[in-house]
């Protein structure tokens, strides 16, 4: 693209609410690294999602709630009501003393009051951390800690299929070690008995009855933030990636639009959780910013049985379907008539994002959900990238299964060979870099800049690292290879392999441990435990050991993070600088024993015979 500063003001120009234009378009230097995009403008993306779609749109619909009970009733929410809403909890949220610039985690399930504090943040300027109800209370007291939270934001408890989560007890436990909250809202959801503590604990309803429904939005500069997600990095505590208010919202709006081709009057759905980026871009703020209607569903796809998602698509009439291969996988292994008891016809685009898709998914995904009538579109993207990068425009890209195939426009993709140089041509492959600023980039890791430029501009000159290997085929088409860092992808969520290991190394008995993945069938990638127990001379059956070191895993990280095996050893494989050789212990439980490669720099071959 020969001009991407003028391609991005046009969007920017034509397609959003401003208070204030901005002075420059684009300022950036991935050396230090600093961007900013549309500088000196003012705005609320609140505004843009809710307030500028009423005139034309109040009464139209822009969630719909599907609750975990196919027996309760789904909620439309019209953007008028929305706005209402986001008003209430706005002034709540003021009330409590939230104002500009203060962090609130949100730790809820997928309820409305999920989408609404969301965006009663971004109103007055708060910047949210959404902590994806699935974690730990050490997890979560780790960001909250880590970004130093005013505020929590969470339920009495959450509905999973046939489960009841005490997510008030999760938060109780975390907020022993957590210095910086001064209160808790507290939604009623599963009306369990819950202890709320005096002074610090309150319930919303009743505050919100009280609020006013009209609030004035936060004027916000171009830059400011707008909120944090934390992502696992391969090393130390999670990362906070900083999004800010001008560039997210025209690139999440302006991908949403072009990659799920919506037009008015869709009904689109996205079945992640709002806990991560998928949720936030192309849950709320992509969607709202482009008045659609867009679903959050609050339960999982084998409840009642392995027909929901199909169920929930012929009933509300969905018209794009954005999901994980991981889903497609469980749910492909269930009986076709799941399927076929329900009718599909609505459907025009189906998506796919968080891990490479294998190719007996797609096809599945293609025959069956989509009939071979709609186009499939596996989006490549990032908690840092904001949004969407490389993905198909549905029916103008052909598509070909496992390929993210082209990069957007304005997205300047550079695959690098080991010694930090371009590969220049087709049928190539290396390390997927980005070699120009686009507006949805995370600006820094909160707190950690220095990080910021270590774990992404570091590693190559000038260029935005993005931790993944890619291939380029004749045709020009990327496709994604996977993660070349120590990031593991499970279920389509990223895990880094330290903490693990870190919440492993706590059970007494343990001395070192090393995590890999290996492939699994339905979780694209299911994680292998080496560990290593002290010397102590205590006879402890290895299966209680085992469920030990997973109860210690969840109790840190949450159950995604739990092993699928567990092998106790005497060593570990190690370079003479002491760095555990995960491509060894990788192979190992591939079973590729036969072909472990050049292990000459290995300080302690001996492990091999013992283990
Ligand atoms: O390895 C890539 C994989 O997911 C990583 C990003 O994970 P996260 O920040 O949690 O964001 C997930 C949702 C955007 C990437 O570095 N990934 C994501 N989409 C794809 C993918 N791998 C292959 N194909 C994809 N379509």
Known sequence: MRDPENFWSEIAEE???????????????????????????????????????????????????EPNDPSEEAQHISYKQLHEKVCAFANVLKEQGIKKGDRVCIYLPMIPELAVSVLACARIGAIHSVVFAGFSATALATRINDCECNMVITSDGSFRGTKTIDLKGIVDE??????????????????????????????????LEKASKECVIEIMDAEDPLFILYTSGSTGKPKGMLHTTAGYMVYSAYTFKNVFQYKEGDVYWCTADIGWITGHSYI????????????????????????????????????????????????????LEFVENHDL???????????????????WYNDNVGKKKSPIVDTWWQTETGGIMISPIPYATPTIPTYATLPLPGIQPALMDEHGKEIEG?????????????????????GDHKRYKETYFSAYENKYFTGDGALRDTVGYYRITGRVDDVIIVSGHNLGTAPI?????????????????????????????????????????HENLRKEINQIITEHI???????????????PKTRSGKIMRRILRKIAHKDTDNLGDISTLLNPEVFKRS
Not at 186 to 192: E, G, H, P, S, W
Not at 291 to 312: C, Y
Not at 559 to 564: E, G, M, T
Request: a neutral charge.
């Open 345 to 363: 016809s609505s459907l025009k685009v189906l998506g796919t994002v968080g891990e490479p898709i294998n190719e007996e998914a797609w096809h």
């Open 501 to 541: 290991e870190d919440a492993i190394n706590e059970h007494p008995a343990v001395a070192e441990s090393a995590i890999v993945g290996f492939p699994h069938d339905v979780k694209g990638n299911a994680l292998y435990g080496y560990v290593i127990l002290k010397e102590t001379g205590e006879s402890r059956l």
């Open 284 to 335: 709320l703020y992509g969607p709202l910013a482009n008045g659609a209607t867009t679903i959050m569903f609050e339960g999982v796809p084998n409840h009642p049985d392995f027909g929901r998602f199909w169920e929930i698509i012929e009933k509300h009439k969905v018209n794009q379907f954005y999901t994980a291969p991981t889903a497609i996988r469980a749910l492909a292994k269930e009986k």
């Open 174 to 207: 975390a907020l022993e070690n957590t210095p910086t909250i001064k209160s808790v809202l507290v939604v009623k959801r599963t009306d369990a008995d819950i202890n709320m503590k005096d002074g610090r604990d309150h319930w919303l309803q009743p505050l």
């Open 558 to 572: 949450g159950p995604i993070a739990k092993l699928d095996k567990i092998q106790f050893t005497v060593g570990l």
């Open 426 to 446: 087709n049928q190539v492959d290396g390390r997927l870099c980005i070699k120009f600023p686009w507006p949805g980039m995370a600006r820094t890791i909160w």
């Open 15 to 65: 397609h959003f609410v401003w208070r204030k234009p901005w002075d420059k378009v684009l300022d950036w230097n991935f050396s230090t690294p600093e961007v900013k995009w549309f500088e000196g403008a003012q705005l609320n993306i609140t505004e843009n999602c809710i307030d500028r779609h009423l005139a034309t749109k109040a009464d139209k619909t822009a969630i719909i709630f």
